[in-house]
């Protein structure tokens, strides 16, 4: 989701999150993925943020998708202007939706960010048609890959937003990343997987080794475009395990 933070973002950061494969490579596997998702009865769906504006749904709907994840926050100084129309159509248009935060972690602490993100419409219900909230933790797009962090200092950030994000909704966080930039920053760290669901970033055939400590993932987001607007993703599971998951 990189190329989807606030209009300040450089696409040189989204050149470093996908796999070096070929863009018709790329384009083969886009094309074929949601078919097989289909056929295998794993739901699809997308995720989208500013950059999509005002989202035609019922044509997202008509192209598949089965649950949304819109962007809510980035930091404790952005909202999504067109979030209210993503996050609100989604749902009436029937799919299961959810709202993200994109971290910035050398702004403020993990824990403002997650009250900043459920005050700003990042919170949970038990609806049914709600996912749990999603952390976006992942390369900077505005300088240092590690946010200037070390990897232990990166851990306590990430520890701090999801359990304040639990207090203040009594749901773990989906956690949002690429398996290079989780090595990289916080030493592999598998300390959240027990909780917190995963949702790995690959553009390729599969979604490839995963983060530490995650032995399987929740969502894959495996391309940035496709037929539903934003960047396509599938969910690892029968439509009754989606809604399990929003259930809580």
């Not at 209009?7 to 494969?21: E, G, N, P, Q, V």
């Not at 909202?79 to 799919?95: D, E, I, R």
């Not at 030493?187 to 995963?198: C, E, M, T």
């Amino acid at each position: 989701m990189v190329k989807n933070t606030s209009a300040r973002f450089s696409s040189r950061t989204k050149r470093r999150a996908i796999s070096a494969l070929a863009i018709g490579a790329l384009a083969g596997a886009a094309a074929l993925l949601p078919g097989t998702a289909q056929a295998a009865g794993n739901p699809i769906g997308d995720d989208v943020s500013s950059h999509q504006g005002n989202v035609n749904w019922s044509a997202t709907k008509a192209a598949g998708a089965q649950f949304s994840y819109s962007k809510a926050t980035e930091g404790t100084y952005y909202t999504n202007p067109y979030f209210a129309q993503q996050y609100n159509g989604a749902y009436n248009a029937g799919l299961i939706r959810g709202a993200y935060h994109f971290a910035t972690p050398n702004t403020t602490g993990g824990a403002t960010q997650a009250d900043y993100f459920v005050a700003h419409g990042g919170g949970w219900s038990a609806d049914g048609k709600t996912l749990p909230g999603a952390l976006d933790i992942e390369y900077n797009p505005y300088g240092a890959e590690c946010y200037g962090l070390s990897q232990s200092s990166m851990r306590s950030w990430i520890a701090s937003f999801i359990n304040e994000y639990h207090a203040r909704t009594s749901r773990w966080a989906v956690i949002y990343t690429t398996t290079d930039w989780w090595s990289t920053c916080t030493g592999n760290y598998g300390g959240f997987a027990a909780n917190d669901p995963l949702w790995v970033a690959k553009y390729a055939s599969s979604p490839g080794t995963l983060p530490g400590g995650w032995s399987f993932y929740t969502f894959w987001q495996y391309a940035d475009s496709g037929a539903m607007a934003g960047d396509q993703d599938v969910f690892n599971g029968a439509y009754s395990r989606l809604q399990a998951l929003a259930l809580g």
